[in-house]
């Protein structure tokens, strides 16, 4: 890892030493990195035992009673800065697109006619580019569930091409275009943070 050897060497970067859960899922691995707390969560979907029900950790609610439970041991991560598409925000001021947050609140925000026109106008390549790949990234899942196809699967597998397009394509655009714009915004800090939140 040569890259990495240099930024040891010459950028000042350190190694650290990160415990990523038994079994190493999503929800444990950011429990550890944004609020250093091991096994925060058993795995993605668990039985929770006040109420004897296996929940997920995409739901709003079990990620955000998690997340408040770790936010009382202190400060996370990500404190002051921004997270796009994890579990938890890590305690950014601005975040996007987490389960924690996800909630009709923030769902009735993104859809707001006025705030859509803005991301059009704002990042209408984006959104061509994002739409061609949604299209590719329909077509491949597609080709993958016809060369898998097992009758007695049909509809889990035929759910997998939604969640498959959501997950490896739109969550990836929605983060590379959240750190743009705070790219951007890091470079002309005076514009306002109605501006900022606008162009998300």
């Known amino acids: 890892m040569p890259f990495l050897r240099r930024l040891l060497a010459k950028e000042h970067y350190r190694l650290h030493s990160l415990y990523s859960g038994l079994p190493a899922s999503t929800p444990a691995v950011q429990g550890e990195l944004f609020y250093g707390c091991k096994c925060a969560v058993p795995a993605f979907g668990f039985r929770r035992h006040e109420t004897k029900k296996i929940v997920r950790m995409f739901a709003c609610d079990v990620a955000s009673g998690v997340q408040s439970r770790l936010e009382a041991r202190g400060a996370g991560l990500l404190a002051g800065g921004s997270s796009y598409c994890n579990i938890y925000d890590g305690g950014a001021r601005e975040f996007h697109f987490c389960s924690s947050s996800l909630g009709w609140d923030e769902m009735i925000k993104a859809a707001h006619p006025g705030r859509l026109t803005l991301v059009l106008i704002f990042h209408a390549w984006s959104a061509m580019r994002t739409l ?49 714009i705070d790219a951007r915004i890091a470079d002309y800090p005076s514009q306002s943070l109605e501006l900022r939140r606008a162009m998300c």
């Open 132 to 180: 061609g790949l949604l299209a590719v990234e329909f077509v491949l899942a597609a080709a993958s569930f016809l060369r898998g196809f097992n009758s007695r699967e049909v509809w889990p597998e035929l759910m997998m091409i939604p969640a498959r397009i959501v997950v490896v394509l739109l969550m990836r655009e929605l983060a590379i275009n959240g750190a743009v």
